[in-house]
């Protein structure tokens, strides 16, 4: 048999059937809520970096490894090969011109230089005794040929004398031609002593003259080891600061060794590298910009580029219009940026880990609480700035952090 329930226990039905239906439609709400955040993905303002598009000047520049240097250091050699005797100053003290900075052994130099002396007093010996034997020599040809000139003159009298003999009859044709032949044969041998005594005065004066030359040579080996003796005291003409110095006391040096360096630190020039295929970007007279550090970027230009590539890579020089700027310092690591291009009044973007390096590319630029997916057409670029040529106008805020995660998302949520 039927019974009729009682209204309370049908309200308690309805009230749970209404709580129900409100959980579902909680669930609901909640799950279309999370697929809408999968659909659109979101980004705290937090974790990004924006910059705002502007009008400027962007240089295209190359990006090379520098290194600050001394614009004049002078490297001390070693003149002779001897040992390190004394070092009278220490790295980092000031230098003037003509201090004695490093002293070798003079010794084997010394014994050197008496050696060469001794040879030059035998040479100019010899000089006295080949002086003394050409004029032997040339004398005794000298007398020889007018001894002989003398016998010409005789057998010219005694031709005559025949030669009268046979007009008058008292003399035969066979000793007049006995007489001719006689002074023809003295006449030969008169002509060959003063053929041979031009010989002799001509080999005399050449070997004097190599002798000479010997004693010349020999004089200026001397001059020159006594010069390496002088310099065996090592100093330097240029005055700074001793930045090295071969301090091994007791070492053994070779002629040619270095043995210390002095900079004049009052100013700077920058040496960099650059791989050598970029070579026929870089000219002589080209305008860098060295970056030192935060604020301490110095102008200058290539002053000169080295001929040769070593393992790849090319060096140049740059001189700085500032080369005295309180910033630089010997050995100090610099940014050498070499502007290739300058682009002046044009669209720009601050540079970041948004560019690719392309020419084309997508970026995200802000609107409102959403960053929207836009292809962007840049140009040249630099460490600092990007130019842009379309796709993006004056003011516009675009994320230059790292979106490549994000590159095929149309639209991104900006959250807080």
Known sequence: ????????????????????????LAALLTAGWGLRTLVRPSLRRADMLTATVEMGDV??????????????????????????????????????????ILELDKDLAASALAKLDDEQQRNQNKTTQLGLALARSLTDL??????????????????????????IGGGTAEAVRQAELNLSVARLEAARLRQQLGTQ??????????????????????????????????????????TWVNDNLGSTVQAGDALARVADLSRFRVRATLADT????LHPGDAVLVRLGPGADLRGSISSISPAVDKGVITFYASLVEDHHPALRANLRADV????????????????????????QPVFVR????????????????????????????????????????ADTPEVELTE
Do not use: C
């Open 278 to 281: 970029y070579a026929e970007q």
């Open 337 to 360: 940026f070499v502007l290739t291009r300058a682009h002046r009044g044009v669209l720009r973007l601050k540079n970041g880990p948004f560019y690719l390096g392309g020419q084309e």
């Open 59 to 100: 240089d295209a520049a190359l990006t090379a490894a520098g290194t600050v240097i001394p614009a004049r250091e002078a490297v001390l050699t070693s003149p002779i090969q001897s040992t390190i005797r004394r070092v009278a100053l220490a790295v980092g003290a000031p230098v003037r011109p003509g201090q004695l």
């Open 201 to 242: 005065r001509r080999a005399s004066a050449a070997d004097q003259r190599e002798l000479g030359f010997t004693v010349s040579m020999q004089q200026r080996s001397i001059r020159e080891q006594a010069g390496k003796l002088r310099q065996a005291d090592i100093s330097s003409q240029l005055p700074g600061v001793l």
């Open 367 to 406: 609107a409102g609480n959403r960053a929207v997916r836009r292809v962007v057409r840049f140009g040249d670029s630099n460490t600092d700035f990007v130019q842009v040529v379309s796709g993006l106008r004056a003011g516009e805020e675009v994320i230059i952090s790292d979106m490549k995660s994000r």
């Open 1 to 24: 048999m039927d019974r009729i329930i009682p209204s309370n226990i049908q309200n308690q039905r309805r009230w749970r059937r209404g709580l129900l239906a409100l959980g579902a």
């Open 142 to 167: 000298q007398a020889q040929q007018q001894a002989q000139d003398l016998k010409v003159s005789s057998l010219q009298s005694a031709l005559r004398d025949e030669q009268h003999l046979l007009r």
